[in-house]
């Protein structure tokens, strides 16, 4: 444990900032994993779970939860994977 002042401030923030990463994650994994299933089902659905789960790997990719170019290159795998599904 730290015995420093501004150490244990930035303790705090970080246990804050990981609390409210750890949401924004969840969301975005769940988003993508309905979005996979909906795909793989061909349900009439799978373009809109498609939209939100892009949606929230963009936001991901925004606030710094997820790196930029990780956040577009899983959304580009989700739309390849899509377009494949509606091409067969």
Excluded: P, W
């Amino acid at each position: 444990m730290a015995n420093i002042a501004s150490q244990k401030k930035r303790n705090r923030q970080n246990e804050t900032r990981r609390v409210r990463n750890k949401t924004v994650r969840s969301e975005y994994k769940t988003r993508l994993k309905s979005a996979r299933a909906a795909i793989e089902s061909g349900s009439e659905e799978a373009a809109e779970s498609v939209r939100l789960a892009q949606k929230r790997l963009d936001k991901a990719g925004a606030k710094g939860v997820l790196h930029k170019n990780a956040a577009a290159r899983r959304v580009s795998r989700l739309m390849k994977k899509q377009s494949a599904a509606k091409a067969s």
